[in-house]
């Protein structure tokens, strides 16, 4: 989670007429670093612009955007654009209302499952939507609501049981076709896990329009 919330920041600062089409973000111990803001030329057209977020002078989470140029064209009707295929909010259900607890990590969000179970290991499709701002005085944007809803890839779709194991997510990679439109997002989750303690968590993003793109995390799994 506190990586996103640097994603976000960073994507309050990207204001430009440029697509958002890949927005990266590591959690890593790394060297000592200052808190820097870097942007970058692209053989696109656009620019990939990083953030490095320091705590005591050493680097913990690094963002990326990558802007690319927008054209003003329409591609031919044989360009394939998937339908939504799941059901919307207000024909799924609130998991508080089948047992759900609700923690501080949760508040702020509002969500309805529409495939699949919290409580059952497996993938899932759930609706997400953020109630309130992350940053005073900055409302928050469809993008932003994605790239919140997104960090929830590997608990929307655990594949094991909560109470005894932990699966943090070491990085979240999201990568966009468009951008996204509403304050819903819909993530259609599946996790694997390898032989030992690595996995990935993965998702089709959607929002009332139909799908828009993917996100991805590197997930490690560790008993409790």
């Known amino acids: 989670m506190p990586g996103i919330l640097c994603a976000l920041l960073l994507l309050v600062g990207c204001s430009s007429s440029a697509n958002r089409s890949l927005i990266l973000v590591d959690i890593h111990p790394g060297g000592v670093v200052v808190d820097e803001v870097r942007v970058e030329a692209t053989p696109t057209g656009g620019s990939a612009v990083t953030q490095t977020f320091p705590v005591t ?91 919140i809803a997104a960090d929830f890839c590997n608990g929307t779709s655990a594949v094991l049981d909560f109470t005894k194991w932990t699966f943090i997510n070491g990085d979240l990679t999201l990568s966009l076709a468009r951008e996204p439109v509403g304050e819903w997002i819909l993530l259609d989750a599946e996790t694997w896990a390898g032989p030992d303690s690595i996995g990935i968590a993965a998702a089709r993003l959607a929002d009332r329009d139909g799908y828009f793109g993917r996100a991805v995390q590197s997930v490690l799994f560790e008993k409790r």
């Open 57 to 147: 002078g050493t680097e913990v989470v690094r963002a990326t955007v990558l802007r690319v140029r927008r054209l003003e064209q329409v591609l031919p009707v044989e360009a394939p654009w998937p339908p939504i295929d799941i059901k919307s909010p207000e024909d799924s259900h609130d998991p508080t209302e089948s047992g759900l607890s609700q923690t501080p990590f949760l508040s702020g969000l509002e969500m309805r499952v529409a495939k699949g179970s919290f409580r059952t290991p497996g993938p899932a499709a759930v609706w997400y939507r953020a109630t309130r701002p992350i940053v005073d005085g900055a409302p928050l944007s469809p993008l932003m609501r994605a790239a």
